[in-house]
């Protein structure tokens, strides 16, 4: 394990283009209902939000003036009701803002907001937040390559975004990963394995424990878990080809741990096999949005100079494919990632072993 930290800076904020814009009207990833990210931020109060454990969560609920309250409930009502379902403005008069949090931490600074039907009393979240490119980016991305679909909507400089169901990955080692049987603790090992090997090749970096959620899923005779990102922003970012691999992460080491005690080295590259492969298919299968979107991403800024060319240099010596070397701006290296990904699958070297 690597105990020196992989990110020093913090990540600025890169603007949606025109062509980014443009794709994301052309898929439908645009809200038709004005919701600004700012407009939340007038809030005249707030008081701390506390867990079960009366822990502080550093997220605190906000408060409204009165007149500005009624406007920003119906723009989320209606905002909801674009992301969830059709747009149907018949089902307003049956949903109530419960809650407006602001989270004070983190590169988004996002704003949760707790949608509650009142006829059933099931509530749902989604987050507003600034937006970002490479968010943009990372979550089109993960819903066209990766075994889950995500919804968000852009409006403006806005990033609309469902909340993704799970216990924090750091939650689930500190509380629950000890108390898993052994069998499951193989199963959490294989998982692992294939979100490591997902995340270092589409390049969604920072995978931290706190950016990823465990999901348990009851199957007739056991519990399958599966892990699922639930944060964006190191998309195509950062330089070091380490921070696209959750395994070097101090925060992972539990999970790190499992997979040694848990999978012998042909167990760990089958299962990164069979994602390569999983991967390979459904950039097969979305040809025709993937090259659009990487097109536009070649041609966009999300990095910097300096990490383009150390991140291209890193993956050249790492697979010896010329691609990379020649690569100009994050999204070629991506690009280049997928070929060598779609051209390669069926064979054993593609990316070396990592554990």
Same mark, same amino acid.
């Given at each position: 394990?690597?105990?020196?930290?992989?990110?020093?800076?913090?990540?600025?904020?890169?603007?949606?283009?025109?062509?980014?814009?443009?794709?994301?009207?052309?898929?439908?990833?645009?809200?038709?209902?004005?919701?600004?990210?700012?407009?939340?931020?007038?809030?005249?109060?707030?008081?701390?939000?506390?867990?079960?454990?009366?822990?502080?969560?550093?997220?605190?609920?906000?408060?409204?003036?009165?007149?500005?309250?009624?406007?920003?409930?119906?723009?989320?009502?209606?905002?909801?009701?674009?992301?969830?379902? $059709?747009?149907?403005?018949?089902?307003? %008069?049956?949903?109530?803002? *419960?809650?407006?949090?602001? !989270?004070?931490? @983190? #590169?988004? =600074?996002?704003?949760?907001?707790?949608?509650?039907?009142?006829?059933?009393?099931?509530?749902?979240?989604?987050?507003?937040?600034?937006?970002?490119?490479?968010?943009?980016?990372?979550?089109?991305?993960?819903?066209?390559?990766?075994?889950?679909?995500?919804?968000?909507?852009?409006?403006?400089?806005?990033?609309?975004?469902?909340?993704?169901?799970?216990?924090?990955?750091?939650?689930?080692?500190?509380?629950?990963?000890?108390?898993?049987?052994?069998?499951?603790?193989?199963?959490?090992?294989?998982?692992?394995?294939?979100?490591?090997?997902?995340?270092?090749?589409?390049?969604?970096?920072?995978?931290?424990?706190?950016?990823?959620?465990?999901?348990?899923?009851? $199957?007739?005779?056991?519990?399958?878990? %599966?892990?699922?990102?639930? *944060?964006?922003?190191?998309? !195509?970012?950062? @330089? #070091?080809? =380490?921070?696209?691999?959750?395994?070097?992460?101090?925060?992972?080491?539990?999970?790190?741990?499992?997979?040694?005690?848990?999978?012998?080295?042909?167990?760990?590259?089958?299962?990164?096999?069979?994602?390569?492969?999983?991967?390979?298919?459904?950039?097969?299968?979305?040809?025709?949005?993937?090259?659009?979107?990487?097109?536009?991403?070649?041609?966009?800024?999300?990095?910097?100079?300096?990490?383009?060319?150390?991140?291209?240099?890193?993956?050249?010596?790492?697979?010896?494919?010329?691609?990379?070397?020649?690569?100009?701006?994050?999204?070629?290296?991506?690009?280049?990632?997928?070929?060598?990904?779609?051209?390669?699958?069926?064979?054993?070297?593609?990316?070396?072993?990592?554990?």
């Amino acid at each position: 394990m690597n105990e020196q930290p992989l990110m020093f800076f913090k990540k600025p904020c890169y603007p949606i283009n025109n062509s980014l814009m443009n794709y994301l009207e052309r898929f439908d990833l645009v809200s038709k209902e004005p919701i600004m990210y700012d407009d939340l931020l007038r809030f005249s109060g707030a008081i701390s939000v506390f867990d079960k454990n009366d822990q502080d969560t550093l997220w605190i609920r906000v408060y409204y003036n009165e007149y500005e309250r009624e406007e920003i409930d119906l723009n989320l009502k209606k905002v909801y009701s674009l992301l969830y379902s $059709d747009g149907n403005l018949d089902i307003l %008069k049956f949903l109530n803002v *419960d809650a407006i949090d602001y !989270c004070t931490f @983190g #590169n988004s =600074k996002p704003f949760r907001i707790k949608v509650r039907n009142i006829l059933n009393d099931n509530y749902t979240y989604f987050y507003i937040k600034k937006a970002d490119a490479s968010r943009v980016y990372g979550l089109e991305l993960e819903h066209l390559l990766s075994p889950y679909k995500i919804n968000f909507l852009v409006f403006k400089d806005t990033l609309i975004e469902e909340h993704i169901i799970g216990i924090p990955g750091d939650v689930f080692m500190n509380s629950l990963l000890n108390k898993c049987t052994e069998i499951e603790k193989a199963q959490i090992a294989k998982e692992f394995v294939k979100f490591n090997e997902r995340c270092m090749i589409r390049l969604l970096g920072d995978m931290r424990s706190y950016n990823y959620v465990v999901i348990p899923i009851h $199957d007739f005779d056991q519990v399958v878990y %599966k892990i699922r990102p639930i *944060d964006f922003d190191q998309q !195509c970012y950062e @330089g #070091n080809f =380490k921070v696209y691999r959750p395994q070097f992460f101090k925060e992972n080491y539990p999970m790190v741990k499992i997979v040694k005690d848990k999978l012998q080295d042909r167990s760990i590259e089958q299962y990164k096999n069979e994602e390569r492969s999983s991967l390979a298919k459904r950039i097969n299968s979305a040809e025709n949005r993937i090259k659009i979107l990487m097109k536009i991403m070649g041609n966009d800024t999300i990095s910097t100079e300096e990490n383009v060319n150390k991140l291209k240099m890193e993956l050249y010596h790492y697979t010896h494919d010329m691609s990379f070397k020649n690569a100009k701006s994050m999204g070629n290296v991506l690009s280049s990632a997928f070929e060598f990904v779609t051209r390669n699958f069926n064979t054993t070297n593609v990316f070396r072993p990592g554990f």
